[in-house]
């Protein structure tokens, strides 16, 4: 509830919860990474494996470009031969691709087209607006430094040369480098699959009307999004009811086609929160209330797979509120995904802010104020989006980033500093 005085985080409302009971984010953070490794690597082709993390250095075989080639369209020629007004006889001509140019003697040139081999006898390359060609002969407008214009061999890349590392995540020009090295296939980490689910008997699709004390499910669209932006192939499940029996079929489902498991709602104290059971039963899913505003309560552990899969899936319980939920998934999911696929970057970036407003925070709680950002000559500014509630779901569509309040704080003044994890890459205009 905002008020004249400060920000406060879900309103004055809300239980703070038992300190004794709580477990600190850190601390529940390292453990949940700790318990999640990468991939193991597979072999894909070179489009498939972008975006992907590198499971192996790549060494260059051979040099790149193989053989010295001309940059330009003109004339291979000695550059003892050449000078403004010298006229040199033309004895034929070299394309792209072809394999066995004529030798340039003293007096000749020979027509050269941009990446075709440099002719035996020539060391530089005339450029065509520097020349006048007229029957078989070629007149030039300046003289020719030794190497102009020719890419030497191995000029981009030496044969052995590392020249991606290990635990890189390719991007386009990391692809063309594949190629211009000759690999076909390459071995990285996987994008995990993940599958999402919300529960919920409250819960209908968009596009069905709303019958009394029924929400839109808005959860699952939300974090197969977030999960999809982290990189994993992600797959939105239909909404289960609370059921035992419906819980247990759709998360048994699940595990044979999903690397990771992500719930939504049913994890809190609430007399049909069946989640929290049906997790239990399946694995070693365990529960906590975290010191984190919003998302206190939490549910992380294995399941265990399929015949088809053989190995245990990690899954994460989130709470059922969409701010809560999308929150969690940013401090608790997005980096156990990119563990997932070999990233050393666990973390969004991070930025100081000064913080605009007074912004009050619970204690024994790491609270995540959702603000905007604007950047001025002094550096970083920030301002809550209004309303702060776990079910206000505009105050992370209107956000850039979320600042920290750590747990032994519990107010921020007007004018001190925070630290902001950023959500986007357009950032507020600079003042």
Not at 122 to 148: H, I, K, M, S, Y
Not at 243 to 263: I, K, P, Q, Y
Not at 312 to 321: A, D, R
Request: proline residues 7%; charged residues 20%; glycine residues 10%.
């Amino acid at each position: 509830m905002t008020t004249p005085e400060a920000t406060r985080g879900d309103g004055a409302h809300h239980s703070h919860g038992d300190p004794a009971e709580l477990v600190s984010l850190g601390d529940y953070r390292r453990d949940v990474l700790a318990r999640v490794g990468a991939l193991d690597p597979i072999e894909l082709r070179l489009l498939e494996a972008h975006g992907s993390v590198l499971a192996e250095d790549i060494v260059a075989p051979a040099p790149v470009p193989g053989f010295a080639n001309s940059a330009m369209d003109g004339f291979a020629v000695r550059a003892g031969d050449t000078g403004a007004g010298e006229v040199l006889q033309v004895i034929g001509e070299v394309a792209a691709g072809a394999g066995d140019p004529p030798e340039v003697g003293r007096g000749q040139a020979v027509a050269i087209m941009t990446g075709a081999p440099v002719p035996p006898g020539a060391d530089a390359v005339v450029p065509v607006e520097d020349t006048v060609e007229t029957d078989g002969w070629v007149r030039l407008r300046a003289r020719a430094q030794p190497a102009a214009h020719i890419r030497a061999a191995g000029e981009d890349v030496t044969k052995g040369e590392t020249v991606l590392k290990a635990g890189r995540r390719l991007r386009s020009a990391d692809i063309g480098m594949l190629a211009a090295v000759g690999r076909a296939l390459v071995l990285v980490h996987p994008r995990p699959r993940v599958a999402v689910i919300s529960t919920g008997d409250e819960l209908v699709e968009p596009g069905v009307p709303l019958e009394p004390g029924q929400i839109r499910d808005t959860n699952s669209y939300t974090l197969t999004a977030l999960a999809r932006e982290t990189g994993a192939t992600a797959f939105r499940q239909a909404i289960v009811p609370d059921n035992r029996r419906a819980l247990t079929e759709a998360f048994e489902g699940a595990l044979s086609h999903a690397d990771m498991l992500v719930t939504s709602g049913g994890v809190s104290a609430g007399r049909y929160d069946l989640v929290k059971k049906v997790l239990a039963e399946l694995g070693d899913v365990a529960f906590a209330k975290v010191g984190i505003r919003p998302g206190m309560p939490q549910a992380f552990g294995f399941l265990a797979g399929t015949a088809q899969s053989r190995q245990s899936v990690p899954c994460f319980g989130l709470p059922g509120n969409p701010v809560s939920a999308y929150v969690s998934f940013e401090v608790f999911v997005r980096p156990a995904l990119r563990r997932m696929q070999g990233r050393p970057d666990l973390n969004r970036p991070r930025v100081q802010a000064v913080m605009e407003v007074e912004v009050a925070s619970p204690p024994h709680k790491v609270e995540f104020v959702r603000v905007r950002l604007q950047h001025t000559s002094a550096g970083w500014r920030a301002r809550p989006t209004g309303e702060q509630g776990s079910g206000i779901l505009r105050s992370v569509v209107d956000a850039d980033g979320l600042a920290e309040v750590p747990a032994d704080i519990t107010r921020v003044a007007a004018g001190e500093t925070v630290v902001v994890h950023l959500l986007t890459d357009e950032l507020g205009s600079t003042a």
